[in-house]
DNA sequence: AAAGGGTTCAACCGCGGCCTT
DNA sequence: CAAGGCCGCGGTTGAACCCTT
């Protein structure tokens, strides 16, 4: 089928970092008009940036709600056990842990989960062991350092005000702690996340039809938020 | 203190599929 | 029905950062 021009065909297109002031422009427009529509983007909002881009942008960092940094033992083996079952579904396995992207879950797997994996072969069928492994083996990586501090982003001008706090701090060079004025906000509402709350449902669904009970554990075991990795079920 | 190697992750690229005309 | 356009996904890249020597 028609294969959309490649963004690098035009010229004046803007690729690398985005820079926060990008990022409130981007997030403004969402915010105003709703995410979709990537096309008219750039146009309607003079961004320098293709329409693949702003969409990235916004679903991978930006978006509401969105969960940063170190990730939990359960949803490590909810990767690792969604992994095993549906393969290389990034989409589909984030569609099981909403507050993490796709493009999350696939670096996170990458980077950390393969080579788990590696070191503990029968650990798809132990997660609980894994799990628990990983956390050692995080504590011993330099990137423990960088996420030490990672926190829940509840909101796209939470994210907006760390990114500018960061970008202050690279102009500045000084790190001082304790920041924690929102500059970046600019009257985002608290019901973001239900304007443009992640529609999972019909993913879900989907799942679990095509594999019936594997995924109703998992179904539970995300559900129960609280569980944490000693109440699943045996099968683990 | 500096260099080199390894690791991480944000962003890009290109393909496939769905929707519209 | 076919062609064009757009969106979403998965794989890959490369700059920045961290660790080791």
């Excluded at 803007?14 to 427009?29: A, N």
């Excluded at 095993?84 to 579904?89: A, I, R, Y």
């Excluded at 029968?122 to 350092?145: M, R, V």
């Excluded at 669904?205 to 938020?225: A, C, G, I, R, Y």
Aim: charged share 25%.
């Amino acid at each position: 089928m028609g294969r959309a021009p490649c963004c690098n065909d035009k010229v004046g297109i803007k690729k690398g970092p985005w820079t926060p002031e990008e990022d409130i422009i981007l997030v403004s427009y969402i915010q105003e008009n709703g995410p979709g529509n990537w096309r008219s983007v750039p146009t309607n909002t003079g961004l320098l940036r293709c329409s693949k881009s702003c969409r990235l942008r916004w679903t991978n960092y930006l978006r509401p709600g969105i969960k940063r940094g170190n990730f939990t033992p359960h949803e490590e083996g909810m990767i690792i056990h969604l992994q095993s079952l549906l393969g290389n579904k990034w989409a589909a396995i984030a569609s099981y842990l909403p507050r993490r992207t796709d493009n999350d879950i696939k670096n996170y797997w990458n980077t950390h989960l393969k080579k788990k994996l590696k070191i503990f072969p029968s650990a798809t069928n132990n997660i609980p062991q894994l799990a628990s492994a990983s956390t050692t083996y995080n504590s011993h990586s330099g990137l423990n350092k960088l996420t030490e501090k990672s926190s829940v982003y509840a909101s796209s001008a939470e994210n907006i005000s760390r990114l500018l706090e960061g970008w202050k701090d690279k102009l500045t060079q000084k790190i001082p702690e304790s920041h924690d004025d929102h500059q970046g906000e600019k009257g985002i509402k608290s019901d973001d996340q239900e304007k443009f709350g992640f529609v999972h449902e019909q993913n879900k669904q989907k799942l679990t039809e095509n594999n019936n009970s594997p995924l109703t554990f998992l179904e539970k075991w995300l559900l129960d938020e609280s569980a944490g990795m000693e109440q699943l079920p045996s099968v683990f």
